[in-house]
């Protein structure tokens, strides 16, 4: 089974998200739209794993985020991965002025890195995916939607995190289905 860990958002956000998919959509792009329902941030993926995985993994995963409280986060500008020059991803940036989401993921990374998952080599850069960008098609007109986006118009909508899922992930014609698998309480 193709498996992640991550973290929800609230519906506030999912509507701000939606809002700005249906923005850059008039552009042209060639891209494929992430789902409402299927907005999440990644803490780690893992990929594929034996079913007979998951009980450990959510050993380790109850252990990893015990010390964690609750946290919020909120929404923090609109970008592109990776440069304006070859956009691939079309992403919304989250933040969290505690730094708890940053520990929380270096967590998660160093708790599966200890199970024979790779440790990530990219700093952590938090972010909801919008859109995967295909090709240069609309490029240009991309580039000139986000230098007029007035980032300020962008509502963070903060929300409280305080669990962390284990989600399979079924890849499809019609896009990937997410199963939660488990969760994991933040502390209050």
């Given at each position: 089974m193709r498996t992640f860990i991550a973290i929800d958002v609230s519906s506030e956000m999912i509507n701000t998200l939606e809002s700005l998919q249906s923005r850059f959509k008039t552009l042209g792009l060639h891209a494929s739209w992430t789902r409402p329902g299927n907005m999440h941030l990644t803490l780690k993926f893992l990929g594929e794993i034996d079913p007979g995985r998951v009980p450990r993994l959510n050993e380790i995963l109850t252990e990893t985020v015990a010390p964690f409280g609750s946290f919020r986060v909120s929404l923090d500008g609109v970008g592109v991965f990776p440069h304006l020059r070859n956009p691939r991803v079309?992403?919304?940036?989250?933040?969290?002025?505690?730094?708890?989401?940053?520990?929380?993921?270096?967590?998660?990374?160093r708790a599966m890195a200890g199970e024979g998952f790779p440790p990530e080599t990219r700093k952590f850069s938090p972010?909801?995916?919008?859109?995967?960008?295909?090709?240069?098609?609309?490029?240009?007109?991309?580039?000139?939607?986000?230098?007029?986006?007035?980032?300020?118009?962008?509502?963070?909508?903060?929300?409280?995190?305080?669990?962390?899922?284990?989600?399979?992930?079924?890849?499809?014609?019609?896009?990937?289905?997410?199963?939660?698998?488990?969760?994991?309480?933040?502390?209050?």
């Open positions: 079309l992403w919304v940036g989250l933040k969290d002025e505690e730094g708890t989401l940053a520990r929380l993921q270096s967590a998660v990374d972010h909801l995916t919008l859109a995967r960008i295909k090709s240069p098609k609309g490029k240009q007109a991309l580039k000139n939607e986000l230098e007029t986006l007035d980032q300020t118009e962008l509502e963070p909508h903060p929300c409280v995190v305080d669990a962390v899922h284990l989600y399979e992930s079924q890849l499809t014609p019609k896009g990937s289905i997410y199963t939660e698998l488990a969760n994991f309480k933040l502390n209050p």
